[in-house]
Each structure stands twice: as C-alpha cells, then as structure tokens.
C-alpha cells in the first residue's frame, strides 16, 4: 500500500445522502447511520440518546463524520447486509476494480476487556490498486466541539473531558482529525479501521485483526439468533431484517426500545416536523413484544416488561408517555441553536416535549402486550402483575377524560376515540390475566363497570352513521388510521358491518396512493405545513384485512409496500407520496414492529384456511 496523503482542506464537502439511503449499524447500545458513499453522519456515544460524536446528517459539514470510501465518484453496484446478519457491505466500481467496504458494531462485550462502542470498518478490493479515502472528523455535542488530540502508541486519541475516542488502521495510516487522507488499497493488503469510545472509563486498545475476529464472531451470532426465527413465517427474510432492526433499536443493559436511533429528521422536508425519537416508548415497545413473541423470542418479550417495570415504579400508577433509556425522565423539549437541519429543517430539537402528555391508549398497548405473553404460556411475577393492576385502575378511574391521544396532538385534548377503545382493551386485558392471577371482587367488579360503560360510550358516541366510520374524536367527522386496529380487539365482532365499514372508510378516505395512507386527514393536527403517508398504518390495514377474511388483499398490499422498502429493507416513520423518499426518523421501530406483524397475520390467516 502506497503512503497516505493529506489531502487540502478545500476537498469537496459531501452533504447528507436521502433518508432512505442510509444503512444503520448498531451494537445494541447505540447506532451509525451510514451513507451509500461510506459516510457515518450520525452517532451518538455512549448510546442513543448520548450526544453525537458525527452528526452532519442534521448538523450539516461543522459536526463531523466518518467517510471511508472512493477517492473520487464511484457507482455503487451493491449494498446489502451479510443474510441474518448485521454487517454491511458496500461495493463500488472503481476503474477496472471493485473496492468493498465491510462493517459493523461489535453487539456483544461482555466477559472480555472490550470497550462498550467499537465499530469497525474493513476496505478490500477485487481487480488491481484503488483510490480510497479517509476523511476521520469527529465533533462533540450541540457547539461541534473539536478534541484534543494525541497519539498513544498507534492510536489516535481523540478526547474531550470525559469522553475519549480512539482509532487504529491496520496497516497503520497517518490520519488527522479534519483532514481528508488519500489511500491506495490493494488486493493482498486490505485496510481495517476500529473506532472505539469510553466514556468515564479506560480507553482500551483493540489491534486491527482482532477486532475484526470479533466481527466474525458477531456475525455468527446473529446468525444463530436469526436462524431460531420459524421458516413457515411469510417473506421471512423481509421480517428477519425487521427483527433484527428492532433488536439493534433495543438498549441491552435495560431492554429498552428506542423509536429511532435519531432526532430531527424531517417528516416534512424544509419545515419544522422534526422530533426527537432516541427514547422509548411503551406503547411502540408494546407492539414490539408482541412481534417478538409471534417468532419465538420470549427473552426479547420478556426484557421490554422488566425494563418497564423497573423505569415505571416512580410514576405509577401513570404510564408515562415515553422515558429514557434508563428509565428517567426525558428531558425538556429544546432547539439547537445554529443547527441547519437535514435538508435546511429547522429546528433540530433535543428532548421531546410529548413527554408530559395524557396517553390513554398507552395503557392499552401494555395491559394487551402482558396478556399476549400470558397466552403464549408465560404467566406474570407478581411485581409485574401488580404493576399493571395499577395501570388498569388508573384506565378506571381517568377513561372519561379527554387526552393526547396515539398522534400525540400539540393542541387542546380531545376524546379520541382510539384512544377510548384502547382504554377498553387495557381493562378488558386486565380482567382476563385476572382470571389466573390473584385480584379482589371488588376490583374486578370496578374494571367490568368500566370496562361496560366505556364499551357502551365509544359505539355510541365514536361511530358516526353519516360518516360510515368510527372517526377520529367524539364529534368529528375526520377519520383516523388507527382505528384499524378494531378487528383486533374484541370490542366489536371482526365481521361486523360497523369493523367492515370503518376499514373501508380509512382505506378509500385516508389515502395517499397505491399502498399508502396518512394517518389522519392531512393538516389537521394544529401544526404549520404537512406530512407525508404513515407507513404503520399500511400495516395495520394488512393486519384488518387479513383478520377479516380479506386475505388476498391483505397479501396484495402487503407485497406493494414491501416494493416500498430503502435499498436495505428498512423503513421510516413516514413516505412522501409523489416520490416514495423516506421522511422522519430512520429507521423507524414502530414501522418495523408492524411489518412484522403484518407478516404474522398472514401466517396466522394462513393457517386458519389450512383448518
């Protein structure tokens, strides 16, 4: 390999690649998320919601990032991830060559003297010599703070206060902070780059070649944790990949899912739809368990329940809306000052303010997530059960106030009726884990006339006959996706007129085109601007249809939103109808939940046909 070379600061800047072109790498911690031209845009240390070290995807050139790829232009000819896998693998023509970059986190640290973030990025080439470059350019936190630096050995160290980062070439290379470096990669001499951070702890040196054992090692693993996932699944590898997303999504040292590994990311491009999901929400981790559950993985299923009995006991009997990581409150919503945004969306935002909302359906999505692992042979500890008997006590004694409902509106509560209906599904789902586990007659008589009179007050007051439809909130005539979930509950019988009439109401009315839908009427949640087709809600229509006999279709639709799916099979929150670019945070826990039990659905159908 030829010596590096320092290339001028005036090389050209490369911005932020489309949403959807990014892959993710994660190590069950935190997450990369990394461009087709081999840029790390953004990562976070020590996870998620840590502040980044490579955040150019919304901070623009002056945060940082970590490119590793061709010197000049080059065509992308394939990217995937290794089958079952979390390595990425990138291919480029270049010349006569092909220069591949290989790379990902190491998931697994226990037992062994590893750092807990240790990323590691392999280039090879197949034909001949190629030009690569380095461009290493890491900025801390909100003010894009430069490190000091030093050289430990053949490691480059990169330190401010408390944090440190590290990064070791093997064959070793001349690298310096903010500045592009020319290499030529050749056939027998690929060249392996580890970046490791610590914070609070001793930075610890990881040579080259070992660091990439570790990989392999890794690699394995996922592969033996995705082989445990049932092949009679449909489009198993479409919901493996979705599997293994979420699995990267979760915070291992707590269990916690983050909705997205990153803040800001715009739902309406050049406006100020822009949140930050680096934190977990019950509800989103709710649908996950049960996702999880549907394959077989009790550990994934039973890691959410611990984690959120643990971060809940402060707040009980409320559920909180959304918590950190570690189970603490989120902190306040604010902007960061000086922040272009993805794309010139403004302002990038830290915190989410949604945190101090009434969410009534949340209950709901536990109290439903706890009797799903109970039907799967599971029953409840006692402190668990505990816990959600106060949950459905407070669904008892707060149903018949207004709330935020599931969209998390910045306005005036009002009486959403999904809201209502998942209010009903807690208590019902409490009553049947009742059964089996210790309650009073005196509770079980409250959650039954609470329970009866919400039934009784939603079909009264949430459909609308004009309308054709149960509707969004008590009085309106807006319809609302997520009431597609209905002929899921029980409430009303999955064959009724009233489930029938609403599913078709949702799919003709809240349409965005071929498979898509918006999530409510677009315009109308008291925000300036618009929104692009919610891709859950796609989902969730697979799931109506298939539970209500309409399986063909179920499946139809299903397969045209998998034709909706980035290069590398993951999902946004949302889709802009006219391009099919991704838009929101990416990638996005929730969409992936729900892919995922959209394919279950169609297992389960399946199976009820074969009867």
Same mark, same amino acid.
């Given at each position: 390999?030829?010596?590096?070379?320092?290339?001028?600061?005036?090389?050209?800047?490369?911005?932020?690649?489309?949403?959807?072109?990014?892959?993710?790498?994660?190590?069950?911690?935190? %997450?990369?998320?990394?461009?087709?031209?081999?840029?790390?845009?953004?990562?976070?240390?020590?996870?998620?919601?840590?502040? =980044?070290?490579?955040?150019?995807?919304?901070?623009?050139?002056?945060?940082?990032?970590?490119?590793?790829?061709?010197?000049?232009?080059?065509?992308?000819?394939?990217?995937?991830?290794?089958?079952?896998?979390?390595?990425?693998?990138?291919?480029?023509?270049?010349?006569?060559?092909?220069?591949?970059?290989?790379?990902?986190?190491?998931?697994?640290?226990?037992?062994?003297?590893? =750092?807990?973030?240790?990323?590691?990025?392999?280039?090879?080439?197949?034909?001949?010599?190629?030009?690569?470059?380095?461009?290493?350019?890491?900025?801390?936190?909100?003010?894009?703070?430069?490190?000091?630096?030093?050289?430990?050995?053949?490691?480059?160290?990169?330190?401010?206060?408390?944090?440190?980062?590290?990064?070791?070439?093997?064959?070793?290379?001349?690298?310096?902070?903010?500045?592009?470096?020319?290499?030529?990669?050749?056939?027998?001499?690929?060249?392996?780059?580890?970046?490791?951070?610590?914070?609070?702890?001793?930075?610890?040196?990881?040579?080259?070649?070992?660091?990439?054992?570790?990989?392999?090692?890794?690699?394995?693993?996922?592969?033996?944790?995705?082989a445990q996932i049932d092949d009679s699944l449909p489009y198993r590898d479409v919901a493996v990949r979705s599997l293994l997303t979420l699995r990267l999504l979760t915070y291992s040292p707590s269990g916690a899912p983050v909705a997205a590994p990153t803040t800001s990311l715009p739902e309406n491009p050049g406006g100020m739809r822009n949140w930050d999901y680096r934190y977990a929400w019950p509800r989103d981790a709710s649908i996950g368990v049960a996702a999880f559950l549907g394959v077989g993985k009790l550990d994934e299923a039973r890691g959410f329940l611990w984690w959120l009995l643990h971060a809940s006991r402060l707040?009980?009997?409320?559920?909180?809306?959304?918590?950190?990581?570690?189970?603490?409150?989120?902190?306040?919503?604010?902007?960061?000052?000086?922040?272009?945004?993805?794309? $010139?969306? %403004?302002?990038?935002?830290?915190?989410?303010?949604?945190?101090?909302?009434?969410?009534?359906?949340?209950?709901?999505?536990?109290? $439903?997530?706890?009797?799903?692992?109970?039907?799967?042979?599971?029953?409840?500890?006692?402190?668990?059960?505990?816990?959600?008997?106060?949950?459905?006590?407070?669904?008892?004694?707060?149903?018949?106030? =207004?709330?935020?409902?599931?969209?998390?509106?910045?306005?005036?509560?009002?009486?959403?009726?999904?809201?209502?209906?998942?209010?009903?599904?807690?208590?019902?789902?409490?009553?049947?884990?009742?059964?089996?586990?210790?309650?009073? %007659?005196?509770?079980?008589?409250?959650?039954?006339?609470?329970?009866?009179?919400?039934? %009784?007050?939603?079909?009264?007051?949430?459909?609308?006959?004009?309308?054709?439809?149960?509707?969004?909130?008590?009085?309106?005539?807006?319809?609302?996706?997520?009431?597609?979930?209905?002929?899921?509950?029980?409430?009303?019988?999955?064959?009724?007129?009233?489930?029938?009439?609403?599913?078709?109401?949702?799919?003709?009315?809240?349409?965005?085109?071929?498979?898509?839908?918006?999530?409510?009427?677009?315009?109308?949640?008291?925000?300036?601007?618009?929104?692009?087709?919610?891709?859950?809600?796609?989902?969730?229509?697979?799931?109506?249809?298939?539970?209500?006999?309409?399986?063909?279709?179920?499946?139809?639709?299903?397969?045209?939103?998998?034709?909706?799916?980035?290069?590398?099979?993951?999902?946004?929150?949302?889709?802009?109808?006219?391009?099919?670019?991704?838009?929101?945070?990416?990638?996005?826990?929730?969409?992936?939940?729900?892919?995922?039990?959209?394919?279950?659905?169609?297992?389960?159908?399946?199976? $009820?046909?074969?009867?």
């Open positions: 390999m030829n010596r590096p070379q320092i290339l001028p600061d005036d090389s050209p800047a490369h911005g932020p690649a489309p949403i959807g072109d990014y892959g993710l790498l994660g190590d069950t911690r935190t %997450a990369a998320m990394v461009s087709s031209d081999g840029a790390i845009d953004w990562l976070c240390v020590p996870r998620f919601d840590g502040e =980044p070290v490579f955040g150019r995807m919304v901070g623009g050139p002056a945060a940082g990032t970590f490119r590793v790829g061709p010197l000049l232009p080059a065509t992308v000819v394939e990217r995937r991830y290794r089958n079952d896998s979390a390595t990425l693998e990138t291919t480029w023509t270049v010349g006569h060559g092909r220069l591949v970059l290989t790379e990902a986190m190491v998931a697994e640290v226990a037992g062994r003297l590893l =750092p807990a973030t240790l990323l590691v990025r392999r280039l090879s080439v197949e034909g001949g010599l190629v030009e690569a470059v380095v461009e290493f350019d890491p900025r801390l936190g909100e003010h894009h703070r430069r490190p000091r630096v030093s050289h430990r050995g053949p490691d480059l160290v990169c330190e401010w206060g408390s944090l440190a980062l590290s990064l070791v070439c093997g064959p070793e290379l001349a690298i310096e902070p903010g500045r592009p470096t020319s290499i030529t990669v050749t056939q027998d001499c690929p060249v392996t780059l580890v970046l490791a951070a610590a914070q609070r702890e001793p930075l610890i040196h990881v040579d080259p070649g070992a660091a990439w054992d570790l990989i392999v090692e890794d690699e394995a693993r996922w592969r033996a944790w995705s707040q009980r009997p409320r559920l909180p809306a959304l918590l950190t990581v570690d189970g603490r409150h989120v902190p306040a919503e604010r902007d960061l000052d000086g922040w272009p945004g993805y794309a $010139d969306s %403004a302002p990038v935002r830290v915190g989410n303010g949604a945190a101090g909302q009434h969410q009534l359906d949340g209950y709901g999505w536990v109290l $439903d997530a706890a009797w799903v692992l109970e039907q799967a042979g599971h029953p409840l500890y006692s402190e668990t059960w505990r816990a959600m008997r106060g949950f459905a006590d407070m669904v008892a004694s707060r149903w018949r106030d =207004p709330d935020a409902g599931i969209w998390e509106i910045r306005d005036d509560a009002a009486h959403h009726v999904h809201s209502k209906l998942m209010g009903w599904l807690a208590l019902d789902r409490a009553l049947r884990i009742g059964q089996t586990h210790r309650l009073s %007659a005196r509770k079980r008589r409250r959650w039954q006339r609470a329970r009866d009179a919400l039934a %009784a007050e939603v079909k009264m007051r949430g459909f609308d006959p004009a309308v054709g439809s149960y509707t969004r909130s008590y009085g309106s005539i807006d319809l609302d996706a997520a009431l597609l979930i209905l002929p899921l509950l029980g409430i009303e019988d999955p064959g009724s007129p009233r489930v029938d009439d609403t599913i078709n109401a949702v799919r003709d009315g809240l349409s965005a085109g071929g498979p898509l839908l918006y999530r409510y009427p677009p315009g109308r949640d008291g925000l300036p601007g618009t929104e692009g087709a919610f891709l859950p809600c796609s989902f969730w229509l697979v799931q109506a249809l298939a539970h209500t006999g309409r399986r063909p279709e179920a499946v139809e639709l299903f397969e045209a939103l998998l034709d909706k799916a980035s290069p590398l099979g993951l999902y946004g929150e949302e889709m802009d109808p006219a391009t099919g670019a991704h838009l929101g945070n990416f990638p996005q826990a929730l969409t992936h939940a729900a892919l995922v039990q959209a394919a279950l659905a169609l297992r389960d159908t399946s199976q $009820d046909l074969d009867q």
